[in-house]
């Protein structure tokens, strides 16, 4: 079973950047879609980005399109998110999830291993 732990939130004010880390454990990470979600206070989680095993292939929630870039490093067994232009409603808890299939989807359902979660705050 792998297991997921995210790292590299905290506080940053609007138009900055951060960059989000997930280390992963396991021998066979390029079997793994990844994904990173978010959660508002309040409000429901919703997902942020998505790639595929080989790393070929991603997409993106349209609120964060052109200012995030998900990518994988499968040697080190980790995912990261380039967060870029950074807007106070960017502020959540982001968290990275594992799907036991090479193949993206947005869906949130779909998603077998979640991590503890980071949090991310953008000051206006």
């Known amino acids: 079973q792998v297991q997921l732990v995210e790292s590299g939130g905290g506080l940053v004010q609007a138009g900055g950047s951060l960059r989000l880390s997930c280390a992963t454990s396991g021998r066979t990470f390029t079997s793994y879609a990844m994904g990173w979600f978010r959660q508002a206070p309040g409000k429901e989680r919703k997902f942020v980005a998505t790639i595929t095993g080989s790393g070929g292939v991603a997409y993106y929630a349209d609120s964060v399109k052109g200012r995030f870039t998900i990518s994988r490093d499968n040697a080190k067994n980790t995912v990261y998110l380039q967060m870029n232009s950074l807007k106070p409603e960017d502020t959540a808890v982001y968290y990275c999830?594992?799907?036991?299939?090479?193949?993206?989807?947005?869906?949130?359902?779909?998603?077998?291993?979640w991590g503890q979660g980071t949090q991310v705050t953008v000051s206006s």
């Open positions: 999830a594992a799907r036991r299939t090479p193949d993206w989807t947005s869906r949130e359902d779909l998603y077998d291993v």
